[in-house]
T-cell receptor, first 115, second 111 residues
Framework: DAGVIQSPRHEVTEMGQEVTLRCKPI?????LFWYRQTMMRGLELLIY????????DSGMPEDRFSAKMPNASFSTLKIQPSEPRDSAVYFC?????????????FGQGTRLTVV | KQEVTQIPAALSVPEGENLVLNCSFT??????LQWFRQDPGKGLTSLLL?????REQTSGRLNASLDKSSGRSTLYIAASQPGDSATYLC??????????FGSGTKLNVKP
């Protein structure tokens, strides 16, 4: 397996624009997590899905953020409209929910810069 | 809410030295604890996973211990090498399938 795949790797956008980050989890994994990493706040959990269903989105900072998982092999995190304070590295991770004590695997991240 | 703390925030050691990184968490009701390595500008690489019922796990020069009752874990790196330079993060998994991360320890191993 190629691991968790995120795209794009880097994104630079202007304030006010819509940004869509994409994630392909490891095949067979049915839990998917979106994290945001900044120097100030470290790694923060934004939202996670089990079996394509959002379970906990309490970490989503504002209504400008939304996430979807239309099927087991794809998820998106959308920011609309984007703001400079959204600049961060966004990570997607997946694991197998059926087995409670398994490792989580992370993608390489998307570095977002909003100017 | 689970709080995870890592000490020290940064560590610089000469090559060959053995070292210990610390991780503490406030709620002992965890399923497991995972140590990750992050290189600059890169993603997270899983190093070791310790189940809540285990006391330690070993992989090569790495040894991780877990004392759930006291809310502590350590990552021991033997005979450190310059290639070990990275940020090391610990994360605890709660019963709600959520991972909480520490802020990391930035390790620099000098040749």
């Amino acid at each position: 397996d190629a691991g968790v795949i995120q795209s794009p790797r880097h994104e630079v956008t202007e304030m006010g624009q819509e940004v869509t980050l994409r994630c392909k989890p490891i095949s067979g994994h049915n839990s998917l997590f979106w994290y945001r990493q900044t120097m100030m706040r470290g790694l923060e959990l934004l939202i996670y899905f089990n079996n394509n269903v959002p379970i906990d989105d309490s970490g989503m900072p504002e209504d400008r953020f939304s996430a979807k998982m239309p099927n087991a092999s794809f998820s998106t995190l959308k920011i609309q409209p984007s703001e400079p304070r959204d600049s961060a590295v966004y990570f997607c991770a997946s694991r197998s929910y059926r087995e409670m004590n398994t490792e989580a695997f992370f993608g390489q991240g998307t570095r977002l810069t909003v100017v | 809410k689970q709080e995870v703390t890592q000490i020290p925030a940064a560590l610089s050691v000469p090559e060959g030295e053995n070292l210990v990184l610390n991780c503490s968490f406030t709620d002992s009701a965890i399923y497991n604890l995972q140590w990750f390595r992050q290189d600059p500008g890169k993603g997270l690489t899983s190093l070791l996973l310790i189940q809540s019922s285990q006391r330690e796990q070993t992989s090569g020069r790495l040894n991780a211990s877990l004392d759930k009752s006291s809310g502590r874990s350590t990552l021991y790196i033997a005979a450190s090498q310059p290639g070990d330079s990275a940020t090391y993060l610990c994360a605890v998994k709660t019963i709600f399938n959520k991972f909480y991360f520490g802020s990391g320890t930035k390790l620099n191993v000098k040749p």
